[in-house]
């Protein structure tokens, strides 16, 4: 989701990310820019915290309407944000004043001297948290999962349905391998969960990505992505703690995991089998953590595990020192 941000006198997209605490830039845009340095800062993008170089801007414009100035940018490689995607603009953006996310016309709707009246929306009780001095706030809501409440950051830039924190998943006895789960990078699991309410809206059976360890639990127990919001109009109105939703005509967004069941990491002569899904084509076969996948074209077999349903996959396995040739149907197991 993105709105067109001019800098300096030049154009781009950036993404509306309401998840967000700090804008990011690609690093080779700034730098194409001659944005002024400004040092490195610890944070947290798309998982681990590490040091990123921070450009600020001295100007930024939106619409030739909305200006912002000193902005500051964590830059980050172009792969993280997409092709074509110059950067992204924190949840300040949608935290300062009212505004509307309309999805069924495209377009982002801002009022600078008046309020909005959202006729035919539900209004859902939100709050803007303050994370830490120099960030922007991020948006809190509550949702539910299997029936129970689970406050939940409101963000544009999720890739995710619903994400939980790891305390959380076991709360809801979501964290079990009596569940089939597809394993993801970093320790993590995604499964379907029964029931997903938001809004007043009731989803069925969606997935949902169960985090290995706890994020920012002093925020909130995880998060509610753009598959989920995407199906929603969303209009913002945090100085009166709330968030207007109204069911827009966008179809239900595809939301894929590897059919395989398996995670794994390159290593000097193949891939290490880092976690097997229970339930899954890589279960069934006989894999387990610490095989060892021998391939001179990691790449290659990644892209196979990552196929659609129906494809036959054929491994060649060591397990100390006996191997074996594997053969896996990838299938829609979840």
């Avoid at 939100?126 to 999962?145: H, M, N, R, W």
């Avoid at 029931?195 to 995880?222: K, Y």
């Avoid at 966008?250 to 995991?257: I, N």
Wanted: proline letters at 5%; glycine letters at 12%; a neutral charge.
């Amino acid at each position: 989701m993105t709105i067109g941000v001019n800098i300096g006198g030049m154009g781009g997209s950036f993404a509306i990310d309401s998840g967000g605490a700090m804008s990011l830039i690609n690093e080779a845009v700034a730098r194409d820019l001659g944005l002024p340095e400004a040092g490195d800062l610890r944070i947290g993008v798309a998982g681990a915290p590490v040091f990123h170089r921070i450009f600020i801007a001295p100007e930024l414009t939106i619409g030739g309407v909305i200006v912002q100035n000193h902005v500051r940018f964590a830059a980050v490689p172009g792969s993280v944000l997409g092709d074509g995607i110059a950067g992204s603009i924190s949840s300040g953006l949608v935290t300062t004043r009212p505004c509307l996310l309309d999805f069924d016309a495209l377009q982002w709707c801002v009022w600078n001297d008046s309020r909005p009246t959202f006729t035919d929306y539900t209004r859902l009780k939100a709050f803007a948290v303050d994370t830490k001095p120099g960030f922007s706030p991020l948006i809190t809501a509550e949702a539910q999962v299997n029936g129970k409440p689970v406050n939940c950051v409101i963000d544009t830039g999720g890739e995710s349905f619903v994400r939980l924190n790891r305390s959380m998943a076991e709360h809801l006895g979501l964290w079990t391998d009596a569940r089939p789960y597809a394993p993801v990078a970093q320790g993590g699991r995604i499964v379907r969960v029964d029931t997903l309410s938001f809004g007043g809206v009731l989803f069925e059976r969606p997935l949902a990505l169960l985090l290995s360890t706890d994020r920012n639990t002093n925020i909130s127990d995880g998060l509610i992505g753009l598959p989920t919001l995407r199906r929603f109009n969303i209009g913002f109105d945090l100085d009166s703690d709330a968030l207007w939703l109204c069911r827009n005509s966008l179809p239900a967004p595809e939301y894929r995991y590897a059919l395989a069941g398996l995670a794994v990491s390159k290593i000097n002569y193949g891939l290490r089998v880092d976690d097997v899904g229970s339930q899954s084509p890589a279960a069934s076969a006989g894999l387990i953590p610490g095989d060892v996948i021998e391939t001179s074209e990691p790449a290659n077999v990644i892209r196979q595990l990552s196929g659609s349903a129906g494809m036959a996959v054929t491994l060649r396995v060591q397990r100390g020192t006996n191997r074996r040739v594997v053969a896996l149907r990838l299938s829609e197991y979840l």
